[in-house]
């Protein structure tokens, strides 16, 4: 049977401060900044994206900085990706607690003493990055090189790139019927009231865990949540094939929409939680050379003519 997905292409979150959204995910965790944008339909907001040094999918946070917008916050509940999670090096641990700690971005809910919480076999340190988004870095086994490091965060304890979202499902069951039975996932193990699926590829990357919590309150996305996760398909065809299939299914999808750097459709699974595919073309690279990734403005096709108006709306962002 065909794999639909090749794991997780990226994830978008909404932040609150470009200058301290930038300042956490390239100096607190290391990560490049790989695009340096504004968003697809309010040209007056910016849109980063970080990565490792060439902007691998599977390595790709993505946030919307909603400076001085009045959002609501986010409030974790059902319906909501309740984390992006990063994979390290088990032995860098200690490293990641002590860096987090010294951040003050270290959430020790759930941990007892030095020790961090093990699931399914792996230990996960928790952290909100400035805006409040919740995040993790599981200590696993993975073959990915990661970032170059930096002089603070050295190459071997740099982070591989995302390990997995977890998802609170409005209804699991749905939810997971939606991965398992269309987009070909497989259930991975069970921890209580975590149902942890895979991607047929496997490996880190390729996780997505769904929670089942039936007395958690509604959830609402807002300012220091996570608004989607985006999955890789490996052509445009492909992604047009998966859009019949789930179109047949009764999913209401978007349109096949143009990103520039990548192609992206959207929907809503049943369980309440926000899916994009995108494919891998053409890539970081149409419009900026691959040591000079985030280094420009990089706008949409259709902000390019207002370049200069952009650029003397956007809130001050120093690099």
């Known amino acids: 049977m065909m794999s639909w997905v090749q794991g997780i292409h990226h994830v978008t979150a909404a932040a609150t401060s470009a200058q301290g959204d930038h300042d956490f995910h390239t100096g607190t965790l290391g990560l490049r900044l790989v695009k340096r944008t504004v968003n697809h339909e309010t040209a007056d907001q910016w849109h980063l994206f970080y990565g490792d040094d060439v902007g691998n999918a599977g390595s790709i946070m993505t946030n919307f900085i909603f400076e001085d917008v ?10 909501t990706i309740t984390e992006v999670a990063y994979s390290a090096p088990p032995e860098s641990m200690q490293f990641w607690r002590r860096r987090l700690g010294e951040a003050g971005a270290l959430d020790a809910s759930g941990e007892e003493d030095q020790k961090a919480p093990e699931r399914f076999g792996d230990l996960v340190l928790r952290f909100r990055d400035r805006s409040g988004i919740p995040g993790e870095i599981v200590a696993c086994d993975d073959s990915r090189a990661g970032s170059a490091g930096t002089e603070e965060v050295p190459r071997e304890h740099s982070l591989r790139g995302l390990h997995s979202v977890t998802l609170l499902s409005r209804i699991p069951e749905l939810t997971i019927g939606f991965f398992c039975e269309l987009l070909r996932f497989q259930v991975a193990g ?3 009231s975590r149902t942890r699926l895979r991607a047929p590829s496997g490996g880190p990357g390729s996780f997505v865990d769904v929670l089942d919590e039936p007395d958690a309150p509604w959830g609402r996305w807002g300012l220091g949540g996570i608004h989607h996760v985006a999955f890789t398909v490996p052509s445009r065809e492909t992604m047009e094939q998966l859009a019949r299939v789930l179109s047949g299914a009764g999913l209401i999808l978007t349109d096949l929409r143009d990103r520039k750097w990548f192609h992206s459709m ?10 994009e595919f995108s494919d891998l073309s053409p890539g970081w690279t149409i419009d900026e050379e691959p040591q000079s990734l985030g280094t420009t403005l990089c706008l949409p096709k259709q902000w390019e003519a207002q370049r200069a108006e952009i650029e003397a709306r956007l809130p001050v962002l120093e690099f």
């Open 70 to 79: 009045p959002l609501p916050a986010y409030r974790r509940g059902r319906g």
């Open 190 to 192: 069970v921890e209580g």
């Open 266 to 275: 959207y929907l809503t699974e049943p369980g309440g939680i926000n899916v």
